[in-house]
């Protein structure tokens, strides 16, 4: 049971390159987040996926797109990267909702991402 | 979701309790208190949750006060692994979007 899985670890990209965050987790959770944490910060919302198909904008989406690409995997893309997108990404999973009384947020342990 | 205000930093004894406070005035009725902690650069941890009574898990205690406008996070022997910044947050159950801020760095003395 590995929980919530992230690739890669560690990027560093050029201004204007894209890329794709990949997250897995094997818990049977609904929904899935996407998170970015800037030193000295704490983390702000990016997306999130209330449920497999749905997908919703967080606090920060510019410059974002995401998949929910089935129950398990949930991606997050960056079309065009630019050096403000230097950050380190959380992904998360949880079963929140008011059916589920003790429902945590489970993340990832982050991908470290510099954009140059 | 509520404002919360935690202290910037705060030291403890290791094997002394570690006890973190939480300012949160202006909750409303249903939301909750929940507490994550976050080691080094690893991705937050749950550790645990509360309305309005008292709550104690394997990890830690929760109390909060009667009239709901603060609690405190009790580490009941505080480790050096306890190390980590403290994220205190008020919010609807069910709440998609946990806000979190940027919590109390706790550091555990030997």
């Known amino acids: 049971n590995a929980g919530v899985t992230q690739t890669p670890k560690f990027q560093v990209l050029k201004t204007g390159q894209s890329m794709t965050l990949q997250c897995a987790q094997d818990?049977?959770?609904?929904?899935m987040y996407w998170y970015r944490q800037d030193p000295g910060m704490g983390l702000r919302l990016i997306y999130y996926s209330a449920s497999e198909g749905t997908t919703d904008k967080g606090e920060v989406p510019n410059g974002y797109n995401v998949s929910r690409l089935n129950k398990r995997e949930f991606s997050l893309r960056l079309e065009s990267a630019a050096p403000s997108q230097t950050s380190v990404y959380f992904c998360a999973s949880s079963e929140l909702g008011r059916s589920h009384y003790n429902s945590p947020l489970h993340f990832g342990n982050g991908t470290r991402l510099t954009v140059t | 979701d509520a404002k919360t205000t935690q202290p910037t930093s705060m030291d403890c004894a290791e094997g002394r309790a570690a006890n973190l406070p939480c300012n949160h005035s202006t909750i409303s009725g249903n939301e909750y208190v929940y507490w994550y902690r976050q080691i080094h650069s690893q991705g937050p941890q749950y550790i645990i949750h509360g309305l309005k009574n008292n709550e104690t898990n394997e990890m830690a205690s929760l109390i909060i006060t009667e009239d709901r406008k603060s609690s405190t996070l009790i580490l009941p022997h505080a480790t050096l692994r306890d190390t980590a910044v403290y994220y205190c947050?008020?919010?609807?159950?069910?709440?998609?979007?946990?806000?979190f801020g940027t919590g109390t760095r706790l550091t555990i003395i030997p």
């Open positions: 818990m049977n959770h609904n929904s």
């Open positions: 947050i008020a919010s609807n159950f069910g709440n998609e979007k946990l806000t």
